[in-house]
């Protein structure tokens, strides 16, 4: 089975799933003036759910065929360890860690570690170059943040 | 109204407008050209700024420098980097990065400058001209026209941006509304699909799915396979010019789209995004056949269309916000919370009782579209430098940029979580040419679409408003044949064949 419908299966997974949502669960929450009305909470679900089951079924049954792209840039999932997929993990990985230590590392150690460390990742070789620009460009973008735009981000780690 | 308009022309055209309107449209473009900061969370931040000016013409001069200056810069960013901070030039990005992939990133800037320029410009005159008979016209419209029409243009979406793959665009569009219902609604205040988790109380943030489905997958791409990132660097951009013959070609486009996109701009709840997606569709549908294979991989048309009609549809939008005080889109929203708060009410009395800040408005959006013009081409060089960025900085930035878009945007850590598993998901889907666009303009008009649907039923009783009101049944029957349109055209080519 091709890639598309396996998407395809797990997005009716989904939809199966809300549906369930909406017509089995949502409308015992529903008070009793409500229930007279002639729209409730459940029923643009109910429809959104019906029609997500019926498209995704479609693509999954195979009706609809799948058109390979031709263009010679584009990813082919099939040979996807052809490709810097140990590099695009790594970068991954660094993102979540960035989010998990935006706010008990501080912006500077955090933004600073990640950029570098993806860089360096990526080949960049002139470290001490990457690191320079880095820091320039990490203290401009924390001082437009929080000076000009006003939103609170934590410069540094909460011990400081 | 020429009373008013030599009043309009005096303040508009004051050392302290003047200034505003230009640093209000180059504060826009910069920042609109970082993917993540739209024109409604500058606009918003703006707001304090502008309060403190005093002078509400002042105020309504910069902020709408800026939503033009925002809606410019977010077009750059989608042709240089496939990266749109903003709904509305979702679509520019269609046409407009493979020009520049194709190493035609210049006459791709300079196309969409031209045709933002003339869309901007088209859409004042219409706007000057046409006000008030098209807010009477807006008027008319009813929730179930609104929704309606937001059934065409999701239709038309669908129809168009999945390039012979319908189901798998409906599909994305229906998941985009689906996930528009997670949170709490603006009818029924109860929570809805946040399966118990506190930071989907408020649903999924607009920022972060944009960013999530349009600059994550292709900063991943970009790592995958580094000859996508060769296109790029090696993209000089080496001719701004554009020939007699393109000029001639996009000079229809630019036309009907000025029209069109200022129409749809009129209409509460449609704007930029639905004029762009519209205009493209509507230039694809009636391109002849040979030009018709071009959209979707470099066509000027395709470029020229949802740059013209965001634009006036900008100024469009700013038809009901000044002559009926209902906004438009999110944008004007905002720019109507500045207003209240600067103790001016706009509604049909505003023409009348304050001239200077209705009409040096308009004024001020001949100025602005001037600025961005006179500002942007010089600066195309420039700009398009981006593309020869090395791709170990270039890469790295664009993530970075892309969790500071979404961070800012909620000022939550979890929200970088969710957009890091959205990007992944929105990456394998990319590999399977699933189309990205009908899933994030599906979610952006979900709410305003479960809203009008709402009123529909509650006001006719049940589905009786699509039998009672013929311009909804109409508009439904032409979303019904959009959807239907590609599957005659594929059994038409097959008879052929």
New interface residues.
């Given amino acids: 089975m ?3 419908r ?3 299966l797990v ?1 009716l997974s989904i ?1 199966l799933l ?1 549906s369930y ?1 909406a017509f089995f669960t ?1 409308d015992q ?1 529903l008070p009793p003036f409500m229930q007279r ?3 409730w ?1 459940s ?3 109910k429809i ?2 019906v ?2 089951i019926l ?2 079924a ?2 999954v049954l195979g ?2 065929k ?4 031709k263009d010679g ?1 584009e ?1 082919d ?1 099939r040979r ?1 360890f052809d ?3 140990g ?2 993990v790594f ?2 990985i660094m ?2 860690a ?3 230590s ?2 008990p590392l501080g912006f500077f150690i955090s ?1 600073i570690t ?2 570098t460390v ?2 360096y990742a ?3 070789r002139k470290i001490f170059r ?1 690191f320079f ?1 880095i820091a320039i ?1 990490s203290f401009i ?1 924390w001082y437009l ?1 929080e000076q000009v ?4 981000l934590r410069p540094l780690p909460s011990i400081f | 109204m020429l009373e008013g308009l030599l009043i309009g022309l005096e303040t508009a055209f004051s050392l302290k407008n003047l200034f505003m309107v230009i640093g209000g449209c180059i504060i826009g473009t910069f920042i609109g050209m970082l993917p993540g900061l739209g024109p409604m969370s500058i606009i918003a931040i703006m707001i304090p700024i502008a309060i403190t000016l005093g002078d509400p013409s002042a105020a309504l001069i910069l902020l709408a420098g800026v939503y033009y200056g925002a809606i410019f810069g977010g077009s750059t960013s989608s042709i240089l980097l496939n990266a749109p901070g903003v709904a509305g030039t979702v679509a520019t990005s269609f046409d407009g990065y493979p020009m520049a992939r194709a190493g035609k990133a210049g006459k791709a800037l300079t196309i969409a400058a031209i045709s933002s320029f003339a869309g901007g410009t088209i859409g004042a005159i219409l706007l000057m001209i046409f006000a008030p008979a098209l807010s009477s016209v807006a008027l008319l419209f009813h929730s179930a026209e609104y929704f309606a029409l937001m059934i065409v243009g999701l239709s038309a979406i669908a129809a168009f941006a999945g390039s012979g793959q319908v189901a798998k665009a409906i599909l994305m569009t229906v998941l985009g509304l689906m996930m528009a219902t997670v949170g709490e609604g603006a009818l029924f205040n109860m929570p809805r699909f946040t399966m118990g988790l506190m930071d989907l109380q408020s649903g999924f943030s607009f920022i972060t799915l944009a960013m999530a489905i349009f600059a994550l997958p292709e900063a991943i791409f970009l790592v995958l396979n580094p000859a996508r990132a060769a296109h790029s660097e090696s993209g000089k951009i080496e001719n701004l010019r554009i020939t007699k013959q393109e000029a001639k070609s996009i000079a229809p486009v630019i036309g009907r789209q000025s029209a069109q996109g200022f129409f749809i701009g009129v209409l509460p709840g449609a704007g930029a995004t639905i004029a762009s997606f519209l205009g493209y569709a509507v230039e694809r549908n009636i391109a002849p056949e040979h030009e018709k294979k071009e959209f979707g991989k470099g066509s000027i048309k395709g470029l020229a269309a949802p740059e013209t009609a965001n634009n006036a549809a900008c100024t469009g939008s700013f038809v009901p916000l000044l002559t009926l005080g209902i906004p438009g889109s999110g944008t004007t929203a905002i720019l109507l919370g500045a207003l209240i708060a600067l103790n001016v009410s706009p509604g049909p009395r505003l023409m009348t009782d304050e001239p200077q800040i209705f009409w040096a408005v308009i004024i001020s959006m001949y100025i602005g579209n001037v600025v961005l013009l006179i500002l942007n081409l010089p600066l195309i060089p420039y700009i398009a430098k981006v593309l020869t960025i090395p791709r170990t900085f270039l890469i790295p930035f664009i993530l970075f940029f892309t969790l500071m878009g979404s961070y800012i945007g909620q000022n939550n850590s979890t929200e970088l979580l969710i957009l890091v598993g959205l990007g992944v998901c929105a990456t394998i889907m990319r590999f399977a040419n699933y189309p990205m666009a009908p899933l994030l303009i599906g979610f952006i008009l979900g709410r305003m679409l479960e809203d009008n649907f709402s009123r529909s039923m509650q006001l006719y009783d049940g589905i009786n408003f699509i039998v009672e009101r013929p311009m909804t049944m109409i508009l439904l029957f032409l979303a019904a044949f959009l959807v239907v349109l590609p599957y005659l055209r594929l059994g038409k080519s097959k008879n052929a064949d």
């Fill in positions: 091709s890639l598309d396996w998407i395809a997005i939809s809300y949502a949502m929450l009305n002639p729209i909470p029923t643009f679900p959104l759910g029609l997500s498209v995704s479609i693509i009706f609809e799948n058109k390979d792209s840039t990813i999932y996807l490709y810097n997929l590099q695009a970068l991954i993102m979540a960035y989010a998990l935006l706010r933004t990640f950029l993806s860089g990526l080949g960049e990457l620009i460009a973008i943040v735009l006003g939103i609170y």
